[in-house]
Every structure is written in C-alpha cells, then in structure tokens.
C-alpha cells in the first residue's frame, strides 16, 4: 500500500460519484478523451451471506459464477447483500497511467478495490461512507479510488460493494484526473444552482410567514429545507461537510430528511387546502401518512431488518402521498375551493420526478444519470411552482388584508358618525342626569348627616355606659384599657364592677366581641352590658363560668333563639375574670377568648371554652368551664379581643397573630401598664400601615 501512495503526487484528488462492476477492455489513456465507461465488460456475483473474501475468490475462482452485467449503468435496487464486481483490464500504453475509479453513487456504506502490482500481490483500497470522510481512498462525495496502471499490463480488479438496505446503483466509469476535473466543474454550476435556488425561496418566504403569520408558510419553508438536506445527503455533500466524523449519523439522515419532507408537504397541503373543512376524509389520509412517515422516521435510529426495510417502504410512501395530494387538489378544484393552478402543476412534476426515480430504482427502466436525478428535477421544479402557488397566496392574503383594513375603515367611518349623533344625545341626557344627580347628592348629604349625627349620639350612650377607666384603677393602679373602634360606635364593650356580696371582695372585668362592628356590634354591646349589670349587682352572683351561663340565657331570650335553621348567629365572645385581692386567688371563664398570664418571663395562656355566648344551630348548651388560677404578686394579666391579633399589616400584608402578640407583650412586661398601653396602640398603627383597620380593638391589662 505504501508503494502506491507515490502514485498520488501526480494528481491532486476530486470527488466523484457512481457505482462498479466487471469489465475486459484494453485500456489506454490515447483512446478516449474524459472517462471510459467500463459497465458492460464487467462481470458481478451476489454474496447473500457477506462471507466471501478476496483470498477465497483468488484461491477458488471456479466456485463463483461471475454474470456478466452487459450495461453501462447497472442498478442493482434495494439490497443489503455483498456485490462483488470483475474487471480485466489490459494497458497497451509505454508508460505508467493514472487514473481514477468511479463505482457507485455516493450513499453506499462500503467500497473495496482489490488490484495486484507487477508481481501479481493484491493490494486493498477502502472507500464508503462507513468511513470517517478523511479515511476515504479519494477525498470526495461520490466513491472513487485512484487506479494506477502499469505499462504493457494485464491486470484483474476486483470490487466489494455493500449498502445496508439502500438503491446499489453502479455507474462503473475510469476518469482521467482532467476529465473528472471537468465534470466535478460544470456539476457545481448545476448544483450550486439548484441549492441557491432552495436558499432563495426559503428566505422569501421565511419573510413572507413572518410577516403574514400564515402557518402555510411555515410548513412551506421546513419542506423546503428538508428537500435541500435530502439532495443534499443523495449527491453525497452532508457526509463531506455535515457529518465527517459521524458516518452513522450521516446514512440516517437520508430516511430521517425523506420523512421530513414528507411531512412537511403534508402539513403545508392541510393548511393551503384547508382539508379540516373543505376535504375531510383526505384530511384523514393525510394525518396516516404523517404517522406513518414519523413512525418510519423513528425507525431510521435503528439497525438490522428494520432499517433495510424503510428504504423501500419511504419510496411507496412519496409515491402514494404524492398521488393522494393530486387527487384533493382536483377534488377541491371539483368543490369550487380557491386553488391556484401552480399548486397543482408542482405536485405533478413532483410526481413524474419521484415515479422516474423510484422505476429506475426497481430496474423498471434503465437506469442513468438523468434517472438518478430525476427526484432532483421534479423537487426542483415543483419548489418553483410552489412558489408560483404560495406567492399568489401571499397576494391574495395581502388583497384580503387590504379589503378587509378598507371595509374596516368604512365601518369605523360609519361608526364615528354613529358616535357623534350618539356623544350629542349622551351629552343631553347627561346633563339632565347630572342635575337629577346632584338633587339626590344633596339628599343623600343632608340624610347621611342625619345618620352621622345619630351615630355619634349613640357613640355618646355607649360610651356613658361603659365604666369609667379610673374605677378600674382604683382596686389596681397599674392597669389600661385600650380601647380602638373601627367606626364610630363599637361591637366590643368591656365590663368591670367590684362584688362584696357575703364578705367577698372580688373585682370582676370582662373583654366581650359581639357580632358584627358598629352598629349592629354596639346595640348587642349594650344588651350584654345591661345583662352583666343585673347577674353581677342585683343577683350578686362572682363565678365567671356561672356568669356566662346567665349571660347566654339572658342572650338566647333577648335574640330569640332556638338553635334552628335559618336563623340568626348573633352571640359575643368574651373574657371573664373574677379577682379576689386578698386571698391572691383568679376565676376566669371564656367564651372563645383566652387570658394571658405573664409571670417569670412566660406567658401563660389559659383558653376559653370553645362556643359563643349565643347558640348556633346544631350546637349544643354545654357548662362554661371555671379556672382557679393562684396569683403573685407582680404578674400580668390580659384579656382581650381577636381584633388586635387579626390585624392585617406589615411588608407581607399578613395578619398580626396571637403569637406575635404573646412576643410583643412578653418583650414590655418590665414597663408600666400605661407605657405598655402606648406601645401597644403604635405598634399596631405601625404594623397596620395604609390598611384599613379590619376590626374593633379591646386589650385590658392589669399588674397584681
């Protein structure tokens, strides 16, 4: 092998495509001019079984009948076994001849040249696409080998052949360097041509979708580009620029581009055609053949049987799919549907293209060059009438868009006349409505005025019925009361009276939240205050628990309640607490709400019963609990409302809670109770912001 790598300083290399078989003809480099086609004196045998050697055909020549191929463009069609090619060749010339070895198209997977030196050994190049690009034997797309001739020489060659399911197409030919310079020049004309073409109509309209956003154009350009990478594949370009490395990568894309365009074309003839609704059945057929294109697309990742089979299947598929688009088009001309005439005229060039191709890739008409492009044509040529068809759709939706900007125009202009007659009377029956408006303001003013008054009047009364703060502090100087409604009268009250009814001296105070705030809240408020006034000081009775049991009796008579259906929850919550100074002994009872207890830096909290003064419907009457609490000297005690915890505020617009209450009261416990008062009143305007306030706010807070 290293002595006829000397060969290749006389020539520099080029890329060729074509396909091989077994020739006996004298050959001499005076005796043609460009190539010598050597086809029909070749000679081929099929190796199903792909265990045939070189050393096996040299040492047992008569075990292999060679046929001879009688063609100068053999196609061997869709195959996956080994072929094995026979050449004589007899130079007649003087002096040493170099040439170069076209033999099959470019998608074929492996090419060997076995051919002797003057001593009659066998030398072996390698070739295919198998092969990285730079380990080929002649860097070029198509599959060529350079071929020294000795002078006055017979020699016998020999060629191996495979492709993994793929068309074996042999257009054996011996190039001399300049011819096959030559031919590689005019083929860049014709394929620079032809892709520069693709690039073209893809720009164009790649503006056009984006300019119109019409689907159709989309779809119209991906099949556009996946017709370029396919020929692109075929003429042997993505394995020499694309995919180098990757050979394996390279072979999957030529089923991978041909389901591509496949479905793309399909896509853009659903949308042009608008098969949805004009042609619903072939709607159908197009959506299978999509499926079917996808599952073969799939199936291109594969190895083995499977993908030796969806060459020809891709092949059946164009041809039927192609077919079937020509039949909508004249079923949707027959329908009256808006075709352009381009459509259907590309469709058939594409058609004749792909049953030229595919009948030379089955051996039902001789195969050449001209059949072996003859996809190339049609795709070409139907590329140009659709692009015919797709820029009279770009007109006709520009004429559409303009009809419709214009009919718009006229209907805004109707409109705006509309709108004036209309603006005028408007004008009329609002100034009429204004005035009309500004009587019922000032009605509204002058009794909204009356209502205000009246509040505050009751806001009066409520606040003389509440107890003075100063008897509070009386039995203990260092207490408060902090007092917020949210409107001008209060559904929260507070209650506090001593009791010395048999030799006791008890202090009892509550915390009550009835229903609702404001009005409503405040006339409950003064039911429950005249309530506590009667069971404290006319019946004398000081146990919380038995407190709140009279409370809600008296509550359920006044609200008239029966625990049924439909009717009304009214009730309070409330916090209870009787205090005896002397024996240094609490009671407290709830209803809902709890008490706070602070001693030795912790806070105690003893919970209220967990119903309502009131009954509910399905609720039942049960015993308020009493809790006897000792107490030291210097522990905090709070009762309270839910409106202080349930607060809305702060960077995060959250409720307050009563675990940041229990922080903000234990963190103050060292501070007098009128301080601790300030404290809390500013932490909750701070807290509470630009909010509004959500509810009534009661704390009492009282040092032993």
Known sequence: MKKL???????????????????????????????LSLGKNASVFED??????????????DNYQFKNTNSDNLNIGFTSS????????????????????????????LAELYFPDKQGNYWMKVSGDDRNFDKKDVLHRSTLFSLPLYPNNEATIYIKLFTDGEV??????LWKPEGLRLKDYHEQYIFGFFYGVLFFVVLIFMFFYFALKENSFLYYVLFVISVGLLQFSLDGYTMQFITPYSPWLGHRLVPLTACLSLIFVLLHAKVYLDTKHNLPVFNKIFNGFILVALIIASVSFTRGFLYTMIFPVINVIVLFSNLTVIAAVVLALKKKVKVNLFYLTAFVFLMLGAITFISGNVNLIENNHYIENALKFGSGIQVIFLSFAMAGRYRSLQMEKENAQAATLEKLEEMNKLKDSVNIELEKQVKERTFEINQQKEEIENKNKDITDSINYAKRIQKAILPEESKLKAYFADSFILFKPKDIVSGDFYWFNSCNHLDQQKFIVAAADCTGHGVPGAFLSMIGNSFLNQIVNEKNISVPSEILEHLRKGIIYALKQKGEQGENKDGMDIALISIDTKKMILNFSGAQN??????????????????PIGVYPGSELNAFTNNEIGLQKGDL????????????????????????????????????????????DNTFEMYRGELNQVDDILIIGIRI
Do not use: C, H
Request: charged share 25%; aromatic share 14%.
């Open 594 to 611: 709890p008490l706070y207890l602070i001693r030795n830096n912790l806070v105690e909290q003893i919970k209220g019963d967990k119903f």
């Open 168 to 173: 074996l197409s042999l257009p054996l030919k």
């Open 637 to 680: 005690v709070y009762i309270f409302t839910d409106g202080y915890a349930d607060q809305f505020g702060g960077p995060k617009g959250k409720k307050f809670k009563y675990k940041q209450l229990q922080e903000l009261l234990l963190s103050m416990q060292d501070k007098a109770m009128e301080e601790q008062k300030e404290l809390l």
């Open 5 to 35: 790598l000397l060969f290749a300083l006389f020539f520099i290399p080029f890329s060729i495509q074509a396909s091989i078989n077994l020739v006996y003809i004298p050959v001499d480099g005076g005796n043609f001019k460009e190539n």
């Open 82 to 109: 080994n072929y094995w090619l026979k050449i004589n060749l007899k130079s007649s010339s003087d002096f040493p001849e170099y040439f170069f070895l076209e033999t099959a198209k470019p998608v074929t997977n």
């Open 48 to 61: 199903k079984n792909r265990t045939i050697t070189i050393d096996s055909l040299l040492l047992f020549p």
